[in-house]
């Protein structure tokens, strides 16, 4: 059975979201697919970039695919095995179709790249990745990963390559998410555990004004060795990673919303605003205020150009 039809038939036994699965289904680009690659690679069937806003809970069960899930903006809530996970930026979510999961809208809009995948050796893969700890994983910005994942996207929207390149590029990628686990659960799985448990604090708390000390006192570690195992992982102190998140989630309110600064400072956990536009210019290299004034304008000049077009 084609995924075209597989994805109508599922469609029919989900009437709870009726809303969310025809957004979906609107942004898809459905592939066809050679036979010779669908019984011996892993390959796209569908693909899109899907704006979620608030509500927004979808799942179509009963789907004999799998699905990745890439956020570009906002967040998400990935709800499987039992568990919920959070798809912030940069992270890729993973999932079996036949299986119990749901994904929900948590910081609108949320954009996300959403990828339906197939053949013989997607199980292997979606194994190892689920292995240790569930069905998500966080990048940060620049990793191999996320570059080849656009790199990916850019192949499907492009008619003149063929279905051979893009499971050339799905395999990169998957091979990638594999090594790049393995390597971690490799390097003393003890420290692992904290290290991310740390780094999923500085994610989802970053509003607050999260110092080693506090890290120190919760872990029962040494703050030293928080930083020191904490950039061995991630390249990057802890202090640094909390700063940065910080700074991304201001980038958001700035984009969607006119609060001024001294308001935003407090809402991502600057007590001071000087130290949100020091941190501001020392990532973007421009003042939080420049930043908003020049997105506008570069938002102004892709409408005027749709417009004309």
């Known amino acids: 059975m084609d995924f075209k039809r597989s994805f109508q038939e599922a469609l029919h036994t989900s009437h709870s979201c009726e809303k969310e699965i025809s957004v979906v289904a609107s942004h898809l680009k459905i592939l066809s697919v050679p036979m010779d690659i669908a019984w011996n690679l892993p390959y796209i069937e569908a693909f899109g970039t899907i704006p979620a806003s608030c509500p927004f809970v979808f799942e179509i069960p009963k789907l004999d695919s799998f699905c990745m899930i890439y956020t570009e903006r906002g967040s998400g809530l990935l709800i499987s095995d039992g568990r919920s ?49 569930g069905n998500h994983y966080s990048y940060l910005p620049g990793n191999i990963v996320t570059d080849r994942l656009q790199l990916l996207y850019d192949c499907l929207t492009q008619p003149s390559k063929r279905p051979l390149y893009q499971s050339r590029f799905l395999s990169d990628i998957l091979f990638e998410i594999l090594m790049e686990k393995g390597r971690l659960y490799e390097e003393k ?71 001024p600064i001294i308001k935003i400072s407090k809402m991502v956990g600057f007590e001071n605003p000087n130290n949100l536009i020091r941190q501001f210019k020392k990532q973007c290299s421009v003042t939080p205020l420049v930043y908003r004034r020049q997105a506008r304008v570069k938002g102004s000049a892709r409408e005027t150009t749709c417009q004309e077009d």
């Open 189 to 259: 799985p003890n420290v692992y555990d904290y290290v991310y448990e740390i780094k999923h604090d500085l994610d989802y708390n970053y509003m607050n004004n999260i110092t080693l000390k506090q890290l120190e006192i919760k872990y029962h570690i040494s703050k030293y060795q928080i930083c020191r195992e904490f950039k061995k992982q991630f390249h990057i102190s802890p202090i640094q990673y909390l700063n940065q998140r910080k700074i991304e989630a201001a980038k958001e309110i700035l984009l969607q919303t006119n609060k």
């Open 85 to 133: 996970d959070i798809l912030n930026q940069g992270s890729i979510g993973f999932i079996q179709c036949n299986q119990s999961y749901k994904i929900e809208a948590v910081q609108a809009p949320w954009l996300f790249k959403i990828f339906f995948i197939a053949g013989p050796p997607v199980f292997f893969f979606y194994s190892g990745f689920v292995r240790g700890n």
